[in-house]
């Protein structure tokens, strides 16, 4: 059954440093996301991506966040100044445009900034 | 008021059991809504997409409240596999998922 890949599993990188999540949404798929989830909270909404560009944003993905599809297959959330509040597990997935969109996740990287 | 709001339990029941969560949310408009399924540490997986009609999976059965703004999820003959989290989400208007906080879920031998 096809899914979505993450890398790396986990990363740990010190504050002010930048970071890059990959992910490979499933072949098919058109729309994509990228969602986050702190340590005990709930997951959270960052970003959508279609026909190469963003779709749809929320609050927390300010500057210091972009996303990009560098080619046909992979989708990269770059941090560009990793503060300590951005350690968080960084969930990609993504889905085809139907009517229910259902929105398919991969096993998430988890970020640690120190 | 939150957007999605679940009681984040635990609820703690024996094998055999049924159970059943709700969700409530808060925005009138909402149009998508779906049950996921969480262990620990790992990634949301897809359990079921809510109908309007109801719908029903084995020993799974989601209902839709679109009047007192709310979905629930029932669980029979619980496993010791269904031990998780289980994640309500919703969508309004646009593709991104929001998510409620969860109810964790402990089934007991």
């Known amino acids: 059954e096809p899914e979505v890949t993450q890398t790396p599993s986990h990363q740990v990188t010190q504050m002010g440093q930048e970071v890059i999540l990959r992910c490979v949404p499933i072949?098919?798929?058109?729309?994509f996301y990228w969602y986050r989830q702190i340590l005990g909270q709930k997951v959270e909404f960052l970003v959508s991506?279609?026909?190469?560009?963003?779709?749809?944003k929320s609050e927390i993905f300010d500057d210091q966040f972009s996303v990009e599809r560098p080619d046909g297959s992979n989708f990269t959330l770059k941090i560009r100044s990793t503060k300590l509040e951005d350690s968080a597990m960084y969930f990609c997935?993504?889905?085809?445009?139907?009517?229910?969109?259902?929105?398919?996740f991969g096993p998430g990287t988890r970020l640690t900034v120190l | 008021r939150k957007e999605v709001e679940q009681d984040p339990g635990p609820f703690n029941v024996p094998e055999g059991a049924t159970v059943a969560f709700n969700c409530t949310y808060s925005?009138?408009?909402?149009?998508?809504f779906f049950w996921y399924r969480q262990d620990c540490r790992k990634e949301p997986k897809l359990l079921m997409s809510?109908?309007?009609s109801g719908n029903e999976d084995g020993r799974f059965t989601a209902q839709l409240n679109r009047a007192s703004q709310y979905i629930s999820l029932l669980i029979r003959d619980s496993k010791l596999s269904d031990s998780a989290t289980y994640l309500c989400?919703?969508?309004?208007?646009?593709?991104?998922?929001?998510f409620g906080t969860g109810t964790r879920l402990k089934v007991l031998a």
């Open positions: 997935a993504s889905s085809q445009r139907t009517v229910y969109n259902e929105q398919f």
């Open positions: 072949s098919n798929h058109l729309y």
């Open positions: 991506f279609y026909n190469n560009e963003i779709s749809e």
């Open positions: 925005n009138s408009a909402s149009q998508s």
């Open positions: 809510v109908y309007s």
């Open positions: 989400v919703v969508t309004s208007g646009t593709y991104k998922y929001i």
